[in-house]
């Protein structure tokens, strides 16, 4: 019998600022253990925390990105409970009057078709420290260094309808959350990763009862880890049983989850207003002065790019998953074709920087050096193939195109007299593709094309190459 699947997301974004939410240490990745937290982030007697104003400017731009509600009037509580990593006991977050309420993104449903998530909720929150269970025999290790880092906890409505669709939604927060700049989306730093609420349900029954899968930092351990959970209920279910409401861990050596503790309720955390903390008040103002400093959005840029540009739809959206990617693009394409353009990032740029593991920001070939070799594709001053050969170079910093293109010999050759020299030599060699062309086998001509090329160490214009055979061919 078939099954229902439920899935919602809790996203922890951590925001980019240099310092905690609620103290001056700072938030760099990657300083010695327990460096990078202080007093008030270990919740020392006496001292107080002070709100980052970075943090809730950050939050209303996530907010604002979605189209959601911005709380005019939010509040912090204390969420207490016992963890060696959380040394105060409570961990500051917001509970009743989150920053921002609702909001919706747009994701390919399975279906293919675009699928509307809402968003319950997403609201500030301060990290607890680390445990680290490496190179601790029979013990564990605190890092405190990550106590009082910045996250935005993105909840969505239990919308999502396959382990698939649940890792496109994450990949769709984690490409806006880049793109808008609040947060470098790092998962192998944490610095994104989410929990998932798994259940299953006959058709038209009410929600299942849910597991939390805790943790997970990679799109690919978050459809399987789902994959995995949805499997497991079923087989409970079927037999019988009941699906217990719990916390989960993801193994991905093993590719299961396992039970880690009981699900907790809101109630079990004892929550109550933050004493030392006043509510949040932002004023329509604050607010709209938020909005004019959010980039063009990635949906309504990719809408232009198509509209206005004549792009392909694939070819749009992947040039705004990321905004250097469409800054690049965009620079490129107001000196050539924006198709052209288009096809050489999102297939030669694309692959090299995918290769070398490298942001498209820190590109060895920068927009303007790019667009100068697409220049030369343009006035057929060189071939595609030549091209790719001409990209390795500058690639490797040889020089812009026109050096290495001058320095190397490789301006195509376009003289019809010269070309039709190299074309009647081939014909000459090659009288048994001749006569097969000419007896209706048609895909001799590629044979033929690649003879020329060949000959002409890839510097002949391929179209006058393929029209004067065709020519000769057909007159001869």
Partial sequence: MS?????GLEI??????????????????????????????????GVLPVLNEEAVRLAVMFGLAIDADITRHSVFARKNYFYPDLPKGYQISQLDLPIVAGGQVVIEGDSGEPKVVELTRAHLEEDAGKSLHENFQNLSGIDLNRAGTPLLEIVSEPQLSSAAEAARYMRTIHELVRYIGISDGNMQEGSFRCDANVSIRRPGEPLGTRAEIKNLNSFRFIE?????EVERQADILEAGGEVVQETRLYDADADE????????????????PDPDLLPVVLSDE???????????LPAAR?????????????????LTSQRALADFFEACASSVSPQLAANWITGTLLGALNKAALEVARSPVAAPEFAGLLQRIEDKTISGNLAKKVFEAMWAGEGSADEIIEAQGLKQITASAAIGKIVADVLAASPEQVQQFRDGKEKVIGYLVGQVMQASRGKANPGQVNSLLREKLQND
């Fill in 3 to 7: 099954w229902e699947v439920v899935i």
């Fill in 12 to 45: 922890h974004a951590q925001l980019a600022t240099h310092s905690k939410i609620f103290s001056s240490a700072p938030t760099a990745y990657g300083a010695a253990p327990n460096t990078q937290a202080n007093v008030v982030d270990l919740g020392f007697p």
């Fill in 224 to 228: 399987r880890a789902s994959n995995y």
């Fill in 257 to 272: 989850t396992r039970a880690m503790r009981s699900k907790e309720e809101a109630n079990d955390y004892r929550y109550f």
């Fill in 286 to 296: 604050y607010v709209e002065s938020v909005r004019a400093s959010l980039p063009e």
């Fill in 302 to 318: 990719r809408e232009r790019f198509m509209a206005t540009l004549d792009v392909r739809a694939e070819d749009a959206t992947v």
